[in-house]
C-alpha cells in the first residue's frame, strides 16, 4: 500500500493510486466524491483559523487529505467516518500520531466525532458527504456544547437552504435553527473539478460563527415547527389550529406582538417569532 508521510493534501493522481491500492471504488450512495484541491483545503484552514492547538472535528475524512493538512496547522483532530476500509486506512496511514483521534461509525448518531461531553471549544471543519448534511446539522444544532465555528463543504442548493432568509420558498426549520445560532460570515464557489470523482453538483465553501449568544431551541419546539414546515403553504393560523388548538388565542398575540398575523405561511415568519414561540411553549405543558 503507498504510504504518505508529510502532512499535506493528497493530490488527484496520489488520491486514484491509493484507492486502486485499496481495491476500494467510491460509492455514491456514501457521497464519496474526494477533495483533491489543495487551495481550496487551504483556504478551509484560513477560514477557520488560528488553528494551533485548536480542537476540530472532520467529518467523513476519506483518505484524509484534509486531515492532514489539519494536522500540519497543529490541530488536534477528532474525526468519524462510516466506511470500514477508510477507517483501517486512516489507522494504518495516521494512527500513530497523538493529536488524531478516529471513530467509525455514522456522523448523523454521533455528530461530534467522540468529543462529546468534554468542556472544552472546538470547531468544526469538514467537507461533508451531501447525503447527511441536512440531518448532521440538526444534530449538531440540537446540541447543547455548540462549535465556535463551522467551515463546511456543501453542495450549492443545501448551502441556498440553510442560508436562505425569510420569504423565500426556501426558508424552512433548518434555516431557522442555523441563523439562530450562527453567522455566515464567507459563502465562496468550489469548482466540480476540486473533486474526483467529479460530482454532478456544484459546491461551495461556507464558513459560520457562532453568536455571542447563540439560541438552541427546546425539543419539543424544534417538532413542532418541523411538523409545521411540513406543511409551508398552509396559513400559521391553520396550523396552529392543527398543532397546537389549546394555545390558539395566546399564540395569535404572540403573532401580533411581532408585527404578524395569522395569515402568514411558515416561510414568511422571520426568526424572532420562533424564539418567543419557543419561549411560549417551554413555559406551558404540551
Known amino acids: 500500500m503507498p504510504i504518505i508521510s508529510e502532512l499535506g493534501p493528497l493530490s488527484r493522481g496520489q488520491t486514484q493510486l491509493l484507492l486502486k491500492s485499496l481495491e476500494k471504488f467510491p460509492r455514491k450512495r456514501l457521497g464519496q466524491n474526494f477533495l483533491i484541491d489543495k487551495n481550496i483545503i487551504f483556504k478551509s484552514l484560513q477560514l477557520a ?135 455566515c460570515e464567507g459563502i465562496f464557489p468550489v469548482s466540480r473539478a476540486s473533486f474526483w470523482p467529479v460530482p454532478a453538483v456544484d459546491s461551495v465553501l461556507i464558513h459560520l460563527k457562532r453568536l455571542e449568544v447563540p439560541r438552541i431551541f427546546h425539543r419539543e419546539t424544534r417538532s413542532l415547527i418541523r411538523k409545521i414546515f411540513t406543511q409551508r403553504r398552509k396559513q400559521i393560523g391553520s396550523l396552529i389550529k392543527l398543532f397546537l388548538p389549546q394555545f390558539f388565542d395566546e399564540i395569535g398575540e404572540l403573532l401580533l406582538k411581532n408585527d404578524l398575523d395569522l395569515s402568514l405561511r411558515p416561510e414568511q415568519i422571520p426568526s424572532r417569532f420562533w424564539h418567543n414561540f419557543d419561549n411560549f411553549l417551554h413555559t406551558r405543558e404540551l
Open 49 to 183: 483559523g488560528p488553528l494551533s492547538g485548536e480542537n476540530v472535528i472532520e467529518i467523513g475524512p476519506g483518505l484524509g487529505s484534509l486531515t492532514r493538512a489539519l494536522l500540519g496547522a497543529g490541530c488536534h483532530v477528532f474525526a468519524i467516518e462510516c466506511d470500514k476500509i477508510l477507517c483501517e486506512f486512516l489507522v494504518n496511514e495516521l494512527g500513530h500520531l497523538s493529536r488524531f483521534y478516529l471513530v467509525g461509525g455514522d456522523a448523523v448518531e454521533r455528530p461530534l466525532a467522540g468529543f462529546e461531553g468534554r468542556d472544552e471549544p472546538f470547531k468544526i471543519i469538514a467537507n461533508l458527504p451531501y447525503n447527511i448534511s441536512t440531518p448532521w446539522l440538526s444534530a449538531v444544532l440540537e446540541r447543547s456544547e455548540l462549535p465556535v465555528s463551522m467551515t463546511l463543504m456543501l453542495q450549492r442548493e443545501a448551502a441556498a437552504r440553510f442560508l436562505s432568509q425569510p420569504g423565500s420558498k426556501q426558508w424552512s426549520a433548518i434555516s431557522i435553527f442555523l441563523h439562530s445560532a450562527y453567522v
